[in-house]
């Protein structure tokens, strides 16, 4: 710690230490009990194998450690606010948590039996695609029920150990980069999938007045997004899907995506490009989060081989093996950064 720093600095540097230790201890422990319920749930168990290089448990803690000094560097250097994780108080926090928990054996039972496509005779009235109607990490109701709604950031924190939200600020950082020296008020940025609406969330208590549109396939997570972003008046949100957008062409600045490409399929992700380059002014960004890829950080290929074989990801692989500068650059986008954040990625596209 720098000794120089005010006693200030030093109070806000230990309420964001304690803070950020207490979320990933809560949700560790969450991942706990999943890995108990699922080898009991297992006869004989399950184990998951790959070939490829495996991160310890050291190195994935330590590498955890550096995205939240990274993130508490970013605080201090005022490109954004001291992080809300927006969490909620802890009835509702222990509600959620009991929800994740209670879903856990059924979700073992789908992931035994191979039963992925549930959701489509359970919701068969709801028109979306194909590729969306299905049991996305084997949880109850896919992405489409309100139950599914109220655990997914609980069940996203648990996977990245407490650190997701973390991964997702450091989208700020591009954005700020971006944004500065410019009028927030005569900009628009949309976000695609913009699920529970945790980042439109971070987006709002950075850039203020800024307009921000977010869209989702999935009307209850956008109901999620509602309670999230309640009283953000500069914030509105829209069912669409990315491949098809309801905007006209040149009318956003700004297009951001947060783990949503690894959940489509490859022709899905080729017409959602097109559609970005579409809606973007000249000299406009993409701004995209999502899984890091094969040979990004080579210690952790093992552990992208992996993720597909314990959660019902079917268009993972594919996504891993995708070039994205070349996806890009064939919508007529320059690729402008490519960076990790953990098990995540920073890629920033521009259009010319």
Not at 108 to 121: D, L, S, T
Not at 264 to 277: S, T
Not at 299 to 318: N, R, V
Request: with cysteine.
């Amino acid at each position: 710690m720098d000794q120089s720093a005010s006693p200030g600095r030093v109070v806000a540097r230990a309420a964001y230490a304690a803070r950020q230790a207490a979320r990933v201890a809560w949700f560790m422990g969450h991942g706990l009990v999943m890995r108990q319920l699922r080898q009991r749930a297992s006869r004989p168990p399950v184990t998951p194998r790959t070939r490829l290089p495996v991160p310890s448990n050291e190195r994935i803690l330590a590498d955890m450690a550096r995205l939240f000094a990274r993130d508490l560097a970013n605080v201090e250097a005022g490109i954004y606010p001291m992080p809300r994780d927006g969490d909620g108080p802890p009835a509702m926090r222990l509600a959620r948590s009991g929800a994740f928990l209670a879903d856990l054996p059924r979700v073992h039972v789908r992931r035994r039996q191979g039963r992925v496509r549930e959701v489509e005779a359970e919701l068969a009235g709801r028109a979306r695609p194909g590729y969306y109607m299905q049991n996305f990490h084997f949880q109850s109701g896919g992405w489409l029920t309100e139950g599914s709604a109220r655990i997914y950031d609980t069940q996203v924190e648990v996977l990245f150990k407490g650190s997701a939200n973390a991964m997702r600020r450091q989208l700020l950082v591009p954005l700020r980069d971006f944004i500065s020296g410019r009028d927030q008020r005569r900009l628009r940025l949309l976000d695609i999938g913009c699920g529970t609406g945790r980042f439109l969330r971070f987006v709002a208590q950075t850039f203020p007045r800024l307009a921000s549109i977010g869209i989702d396939l999935s009307d209850t997570y956008l109901g999620e997004a509602r309670r999230h972003l309640k009283n953000r008046h500069r914030t509105s949100l829209a069912l669409a899907k990315g491949e098809e957008l309801p905007f006209a062409g040149a009318s956003f600045d700004c297009v951001t995506s947060l783990f949503l490409f690894h959940e489509l399929p490859g022709e899905i992700r080729i017409q959602l490009v097109r559609e970005m380059a579409r809606v973007l002014r000249p000299g406009g960004r993409v701004l995209l989060l999502d899984s890091l890829q094969y040979g990004d950080v080579p210690d952790y290929d093992g552990l992208l081989d992996l993720f597909p074989q314990s959660f019902h990801e079917p268009y993972f692989a594919d996504y891993m093996g995708e070039d994205l500068r070349a996806l890009f650059a064939a919508a007529g986008l320059r690729r402008v950064v490519e960076e990790p954040a953990f098990m995540a990625k920073v890629s920033v596209f521009e259009k010319s």
